[in-house]
């Protein structure tokens, strides 16, 4: 999509919802758009699933530009896309089963496909045995699942979710970002995510796009934003921690690795620099099912940048220096992956 | 002289059976003409409301305030005012044809307000669930905004049907019959404090049996 949204309050003066922006949502992949409240990502969300017309630009599923489509066509084609909404919003009045069958029944499906269809999709989200349940008798995580099946009844190609896990514990968030790993798996489905929680974001995303003030200020795989800490999105995917000051004479570096890197890679590092090298500290997080961490390191300041770098580039670590006697223009040693 | 001759309990009773009867009668009509008018034109002010499905803004401004003219004018003067227009319409402006349009009048604004406020407490979200599903705005409200908003709208009914019993005793001023014709011709005018008394008990009876129905239901309904 390549679009703005602007909102024309009466009485008021014009809010800028969406800063004109082009952003392409690739398929087969999990997207997060994050931002806080008010940064325009609900818009985004809109804007895709046909519930706002874009003021400029347009937006387009599958090449078709459904900005400009009328009614009955727009409805066709963002059919294609399954929606959760933030908090479940479910029909208090209807059961679980009623609920998943909702979609199914807007479209004219027959009763007996539509149960059908609403019974296996809720075996899948594991809520069998609560199909003549009502809203008010299922917990956070159920409503949830009832969503997703809900979401998924239409068959669709994509799945976008607004803050689907606001509200939730962490213990629920886990297993409901599973079972929307093992639905995108299972269905091919591409998801967006919209989202202001980082744990989804490194639970679930390929990529994670971020939105501030209505417009898109970055965008990157994850796992190359977890390797880049300079980067807005790399201090989002993993936060800078609190660490000890360089002891005199030594130089802070910072080690980030982003694959598989065996335990004894820093006496292997100390090795080759010949040098002590005491751990000043550091944060580790799993993106995506892999360890990712990145630590400070004390490093004697006497040795030069370049041989320091390439070091760690023999044990696949990218090493930066922060801070200390450093020289400036080592900071733009970059390293390729 | 004796200013007050007190009717016996039981000839206060003959009295009060026909004049009950009016009053439901006069309630039930109200109530369906209320509903009949009421529900789809709140149904259409909400969803031209900026909450709605369709907001205009104009078109709800006026509507909005001609619902709060329409509240704002006391029952009393309401009734007086229109007398010629219910003389032209039912062809009398006494009895329960002549009051059948002042209550009407009367009871639609806060029917309208209730049901639409009802309609507000459903979350928007939940109407663009159909929306995204494909749903058309007449679908949208029939599957989604009426089911949904049926347990507020029975909650607040208990205080729109009181309100209509209410307006109903107050009618019996300009001679609309029913209980509070009674208690204003017998009770008041005769100082006749046994059909007073009775009149009264009757009407509290009403309101708190039409509570307690009310509460019923709307424990059912909320599950």
């Known amino acids: ?337 | 002289m004796i200013l007050a001759q007190n009717t016996s309990l039981q000839d206060a009773l003959t009295l009060f059976w026909p004049a009950l009867l009016q009053t439901f009668q006069m309630a039930a009509i109200v109530l369906a003409l209320t509903t009949v008018i009421g529900v789809p034109f709140a149904t259409y002010l909400f969803n031209v409301s900026p909450f709605g499905l369709f907001p205009r803004y104009h078109v709800y401004t006026v509507l909005s305030w001609l619902v709060s003219l329409g509240r704002s004018v006391p029952f009393l003067v309401l009734m007086a005012a229109i007398v010629p227009y219910t003389r032209a319409l039912m062809g009398t402006g006494i009895g329960v044809r002549g009051a059948i349009v002042p209550l009407t009048l009367g009871a639609l604004p806060v029917v309208v307000r209730l049901v639409e406020s009802a309609l507000r407490s459903v979350p928007p979200e939940i109407s663009e669930v159909a929306q995204v599903s494909g749903a058309s705005r007449l679908r949208t409200i029939l599957v989604v905004q009426w089911p949904e908003a049926v347990p507020a709208i029975m909650t607040s009914s208990t205080i729109a049907v009181i309100g209509v019993f209410e307006l109903i005793a107050v009618a019996g001023v300009i001679g609309a019959g029913g209980i509070g014709y009674l208690a204003i011709s017998f009770g008041y005018n005769r100082f006749d404090n046994t059909v007073m008394l009775v009149t009264v008990v009757g009407l509290a009876a009403i309101a708190i049996t039409i509570q307690l129905v009310g509460d019923v239901f709307a424990r059912i309904l909320r599950k």
Not at chain 1, 75 to 100: H, M, P, W, Y
């Open chain 1, 1 to 337: 999509m390549s679009a703005g949204k602007t909102y024309y309050p009466r009485g008021r003066s014009p809010v800028v919802a969406l800063k004109p922006t082009t952003l392409d949502i690739p398929a087969g992949e999990v997207t997060a758009i994050l931002g806080e409240s008010g940064a325009g990502k609900t818009t985004v969300g809109r804007l895709v699933n046909g519930l706002t017309r874009p003021t400029t630009g347009s937006v387009s599923i599958d090449g078709v530009d459904i900005s400009r489509l009328p009614h009955k066509k727009l409805i066709d084609a963002t059919r294609k896309i399954g929606v959760i909404f933030q908090g479940s919003a479910l029909l208090s009045r209807r059961t679980a089963l009623e609920n998943v069958e909702l979609p199914l029944q807007i479209s004219g499906a027959g009763r007996a496909a539509r149960r059908a269809r609403a019974r296996e999709l809720l075996a899948r989200v594991g809520l069998e045995e609560k199909a003549g349940a009502y809203p008010s008798q299922l917990s956070g995580g159920q409503k949830q699942r009832v969503a997703i099946a809900r979401a998924l009844s239409a068959r669709p190609d994509y799945l976008l979710a607004d803050e689907a896990t606001s509200g939730l514990d962490s213990e629920t968030t886990r297993s409901i970002l599973r079972l929307l790993r093992e639905l995108r798996d299972d269905l091919r489905l591409t998801v967006v995510l919209i989202t202001h929680e980082m744990d989804v974001v490194r639970e679930l995303a390929d990529r994670a796009v971020l939105f501030e003030g209505g417009a898109l200020v970055e965008q990157a795989a994850v796992s190359d934003a977890a390797r880049t800490p300079d980067s807005r999105l790399g201090r989002l995917v993993l936060p800078p921690v609190n660490i000890a000051p360089a002891p005199p004479g030594t130089t802070t570096w910072e080690v980030g690795y982003a694959r598989e890197v065996a335990l004894d890679w820093l006496p292997e590092l100390s090795a080759r620099l010949d040098a002590r090298i005491p751990l000043l500290g550091g944060i580790s997080e799993v993106i995506n099912g892999h360890p990712v961490s990145r630590l400070y390191l004390a490093i004697p300041s006497g040795l030069p940048a370049q041989a320091v770098a390439g070091a760690g580039e023999a044990l696949g670590l990218v090493l930066l220096p922060r801070g200390g006697d450093a020289p400036a223009d080592s900071r733009k040693v970059t390293l390729a992956r």
